[in-house]
């Protein structure tokens, strides 16, 4: 039995590696040289930088894994594939759907790449908004693919009625509700109707609709485009255990499409590549919320709580932020975000990188209250020397 | 419905369609299996789950798992499994200098992949197109020829020497203006191995006569070697622009469940394959158990060792039984068996058995049965002798 609070210290170890060099790669999907030699104690670095969970996927889950492995781990001598079924059968009796309308992949990164890959070409678009996610942005360069990016709004939503222009004649729409990295969300009195004028707009597109935070929504009336996504086989949602399931590490989530879609992804989709330890990590987790039903809305007000605290910080320094529906904020931080984000880092503090074409805004990922309280004091920090300076 | 053929770049695929997903059960087999009637299909498998006294030889799985260092960095990882790969106590970047230092290089010469069958996959891509064709052996492991397929690349399968291993003359010849050699050594699913000088040999004339053709050499099975001649290709890969190797941990290591493979190469080698590589495709316990793991290299000796063991009692019972086993440098054997796979498979099957799949040409004589645990091989073995009708020939089979 791994209890919490030895969770927890494997957790503060695992903060060792913040500091760990961590390579560039060499397309758009994600920047992060950064930091590497600080000189900062680990149990001190706090990182803010990539939506993750702090608090990890919870005992219940651990312990699945560890009692699956047994002391030996000989079970992973095994290849995966009797874990897939359970892991798959649990997300469909999730959302009430046969386990032809799911495809597991390592992390929602890989379902957005088989979609990216399967619906946009050279001649049919990409579209999304500028910026978004930049997974599928990322893949479609790298393939030489045609992409259009739709500029936010200027309260940083997506603008709806110019994706609908930019649709005409595109191959795929990436839509990323609530939107990373700005952490907006679409109207839910517009979002089903949106989606069906687009698809009414053009008669070929796809969208995929990418619901990585809708966890942590807490504006009243946002639902799952699930049920759309079953009825017509041109919509794909996307999830993942990465983010209120606290699993980043584990690399695992899905798609939830009609099942002629779900074929068409595995066509592409490299099967086999998610380990044993994720599938029944998610398995474990799914058996939790059904037993206990409040583990999601419990991480939900966890998370708001921490997130109004740090958006009130902002407000009282006079900075606006965006209305954050996610495990992160997107906020004006006065200054380049480069500047901020070095100046945090050498208070030990990550916080996101930048995200053109918005240079001074920064995406602050939401981690425990207390870390968002240590945090605002580095940041009260960084940002008073700013001041200092200007003045 | 849209095509789902797409070709790397701009380059449109022509592969033919492969119909309707059927996303049955699939019982008693392995992920070969698996994967050569499915080409890419990642849909659901659902396997049984498994008996206590069946014996699983079908997919060449270390019977043991990982050692105990790998479950210990395993679990010493527990702490970074809300964090992204890059932020994991030890990261991707970790692994990937490790292992390039093990080869005389950095973090830039490796790159990582859930299993090396994503290696294969990308290779192909890279390297092979409808006018670069893919070079490869008749009995070779059929990843890369499924994806030349879907790629639309021409492929040139050579038939295998007499003794069913790669006719590395013909392949050098036939590699002259090819995109990519897909070299398989030791090769799956004959167990045959080249020595390093043969290797070398034919690295240097392909890379003088097709300087732009690709090779990659598979070294899925190298730790089970025990061929005095045989060595890695490595440096061979670290000299040479555009060949490299590919590893995995699920063979010897024995964590085909935790998906880590990689291949190793120059930096500008390297990075061609990187940029099609799932980002982040590979699990902070992943990672933790890869670098443990290869802080224990006494357990791969055992491993070695065990194996070797195991392996000779199998195929010393096959040739005292009046057949003619391959002599296998693997963690498998492939004997002709004088009938159908199938055949055989399912009777084995019936009795708790499970051995390996089709392997065309020879899927009408011989199996490809991999190595247990010495006990394992002997239960498995009993009932070979049964479904086969074997009479022992001589005295050494106990």
Redesign the interface.
């Given at each position: 039995m791994?209890s919490r609070r030895r969770?927890l210290?494997?957790?503060?170890?695992?903060?060792?590696?913040?500091y760990?060099?961590?390579?560039v790669?060499?397309?758009l999907?994600?920047q992060?040289a950064f930091a590497a030699e600080m000189g900062i104690q680990p149990e001190e670095a706090i990182?803010l930088?990539?939506n993750?969970?702090?608090?990890?996927?919870g005992d219940e889950v651990?312990d699945a894994?560890?009692s699956v492995?047994g002391p030996?781990?000989?079970?992973?001598?095994?290849?995966?594939?009797?874990?897939?079924?359970p892991a798959?059968e649990a997300i469909a009796e999730k959302f009430g759907v046969s386990?032809?309308n799911?495809?597991?992949?390592?992390?929602s990164?890989?379902i957005l790449?088989d979609a990216t890959?399967?619906?946009a070409?050279?001649d049919k678009a990409l579209v999304g908004s500028l910026p978004t996610y930049e997974?599928c942005f990322g893949y479609a360069a790298?393939?030489?693919y045609r992409t259009k990016a739709v500029p936010l709004t200027p309260d940083f939503r997506m603008d709806l009625d110019q994706t609908l222009h930019a649709v005409k004649g595109s191959?795929m729409l990436f839509y990323c509700n609530p939107n990373n990295p700005v952490a907006t969300l679409v109207d839910p009195s517009d979002s089903k109707d949106f989606l069906t004028r687009a698809l009414d707009t053009e008669k070929?597109l796809r969208i995929l609709v990418d619901e990585a935070y809708i966890d942590y929504v807490t504006t009243p009336g946002h639902e799952t485009m699930i049920p759309l996504a079953l009825e017509n086989p041109r919509v794909i949602v996307a999830r993942t255990f990465?983010k209120a399931y606290?699993?980043?590490?584990?690399?695992i989530g899905y798609a939830i499409a009609h099942e002629?879609t779900?074929?068409?992804l595995?066509?592409?989709?490299?099967?086999?590549?998610?380990?044993?330890?994720?599938l029944v990590a998610a398995n474990a987790a799914l058996e939790r919320d059904r037993s206990n039903p409040d583990f999601l809305p419990d991480e939900k007000k966890r998370n708001a709580e921490a997130r109004d605290f740090i958006l009130k910080f902002f407000r009282d320094r006079g900075l606006s932020a965006t209305d954050a529906q996610t495990n992160f904020i997107f906020t004006d931080v006065g200054m380049p975000v480069e500047q901020f984000q070095a100046a945090c880092a050498a208070e030990g503090l990550r916080v996101g990188r930048p995200f053109p074409p918005l240079w001074t805004r920064c995406r602050i990922s939401i981690g425990t209250m207390d870390e968002m309280q240590r945090a605002a004091t580095k940041m009260a920090r960084v940002l008073d020397s700013a001041m200092k300076m200007a003045a | 419905m849209k095509s789902t053929r797409r070709g790397f770049l701009s380059l449109a695929g022509s592969g033919g369609g492969a119909g309707a997903a059927t996303l049955h059960a699939i019982s008693a087999r392995g992920r070969e299996a698996w994967e050569a009637e499915n080409g890419f299909r990642g849909a659901p498998v659902f396997l049984p789950p498994p008996e206590a006294d069946e014996i699983r030889i079908s997919s060449n799985e270390n019977p043991l798992g990982p050692g105990p260092a790998a479950v210990e960095g395993l679990r010493a990882a527990y702490g970074s499994i809300m964090r992204y790969p890059m932020n994991a106590a030890t990261s991707d970047t970790d692994l990937r200098r490790k292992i390039g230092g093990m080869f005389g290089g950095g973090p830039e010469h490796v790159v990582l992949a859930p299993g090396s069958s994503e290696i294969l996959r990308n290779a192909v891509r890279v390297y092979t197109g409808p006018g670069r064709a893919l070079v490869t052996a008749e009995c070779s492991y059929e990843n890369p020829i499924r994806t030349a397929n879907w790629m639309g690349a021409p492929v040139k399968a050579i038939p295998m020497t007499g003794g069913l291993g790669l006719d590395l003359d013909k392949m050098a010849g036939a590699a002259i203006g090819a995109g990519l050699v897909f070299l398989c050594n030791p090769n799956n699913p004959t167990g045959t191995v080249h020595t390093l000088a043969d290797v070398t040999d034919f690295v240097n004339f392909v890379k003088k006569e097709s300087p732009y053709t690709a090779i990659l050499l598979d070294e899925a099975y190298y730790d089970y070697v025990t061929h005095p001649g045989f060595e890695t290709g490595a440096e061979l890969a670290m000299k040479h622009r555009d060949v490299f190797v590919g590893r995995t941990f699920s063979k010897a290591y024995g964590m085909a469940g935790l998906r880590v493979g990689y291949a190793v190469g120059q930096a500008g080698t390297i990075s061609k394959l990187a940029p099609l590589a799932l980002t982040f495709g590979t699990s902070v316990l992943s990672i933790g158990a890869a670098m443990a793991s290869l802080e224990d290299p006494d357990y791969i000796r055992n491993e070695v060792r065990r194996n070797e063991e195991a392996r000779k009692f199998t195929l010393d019972f096959f040739s005292s039984h009046g057949l003619d086993p391959v002599p296998s440098e693997t963690n498998f054997v492939f004997v002709d068996i004088g009938r159908s796979a199938r055949e055989f498979r399912e009777a084995c099957a019936e009795r708790g058995v499970f051995v390996g799949r089709d392997f065309p040409p020879y899927e009408n004589s011989h199996a490809r049965i991999s190595i247990g645990t010495l006990d394992e091989m002997q239960r498995a073995t009993a009932v070979f002798a049964e479904v086969l009708g074997l009479q022992a020939t001589d005295n050494q089979q106990q």
């Open positions: 791994l969770f210290r494997h957790a503060s170890a695992g903060a060792a590696g913040l760990a060099a961590t390579m790669r060499s397309r999907r994600e992060y990182n930088a990539n993750e969970n702090s608090l990890g996927p651990m894994i560890d492995l030996e781990g000989v079970i992973a001598g095994r290849y995966p594939f009797r874990f897939l079924g798959t386990t032809d799911v495809l597991v992949g390592a992390g990164t890989q790449v890959h399967q619906y070409s050279a997974e790298l393939m030489g191959g070929d990465s606290g699993m980043a590490g584990l690399r002629d779900i074929a068409e595995s066509d592409f989709h490299m099967g086999n590549s998610v380990s044993i330890p994720a | -």
